[in-house]
């Protein structure tokens, strides 16, 4: 199984920061069709799905922005966990122990893929394989000092790893 961070993972949404930060989801929304998907992402989501690879989305944001681009995009993830589904958020790792409790899956089939911190912790909190996304940051240091199990630069990165396995 792969979860996937969204916010800077599958799709940037470093143009809508201050209006995440600021909780203002409406202009979000309306902003969500100029929001563009990282290259590769739609290649990855595919191989997986091809593969039969259960995936999820977790995100600390309300869920709507990327139920929005799921289905936009035709991408097969079922399960999408956002701010309203969880009680305890990143870097705890309900959602990830919850995605996965709805999957079937086990924490040795798990990776979880993040941009942040707060993401590495909660895929090791939850006993999964933690891999840190660096390619929508300007500066992965942070990410980098988390100690994901794995740091990719690319999505292309990511894509030879999840072959591999």
């Known amino acids: 199984m792969v979860i996937f961070d969204f916010d800077l993972t599958l ?3 470093g143009p ?3 209006l995440r930060q600021r909780r203002q989801w409406r202009d979000v929304m309306a902003a969500a069709s100029r929001l563009q998907v990282y290259d590769g992402v ?3 989501i595919g191989a997986l799905h091809t593969a039969g690879r259960p995936m999820a989305i977790l995100t600390k944001s309300p869920s709507m ?3 929005h681009f799921v289905k936009l995009h035709r991408w097969p993830i079922p399960t ?3 701010y309203h589904q969880v009680t305890q958020r990143k870097p705890h790792p309900e959602g990830i122990l919850l995605a ?3 999957a079937g899956a086990v924490p040795e089939e798990v990776v979880h893929v ?3 911190a707060d993401d590495t912790l909660a895929a090791k909190a939850a006993g999964v394989t933690a891999i840190g996304a660096a390619w929508g940051l300007a500066d992965s240091s942070e990410l980098a000092a988390s100690n994901p199990d794995h740091l990719f630069q690319t999505v292309g990165e990511l894509a030879a790893f999840l072959n591999s396995r």
Do not use: A, F, N, S
């Open 11 to 13: 799709v940037d949404t």
């Open 16 to 18: 809508v920061e201050m």
């Open 42 to 44: 739609h290649d990855v």
């Open 65 to 67: 922005v990327p139920e």
């Open 80 to 82: 999408i966990l956002g």
């Open 100 to 102: 996965m409790r709805q």
């Open 114 to 116: 993040g941009d942040r």
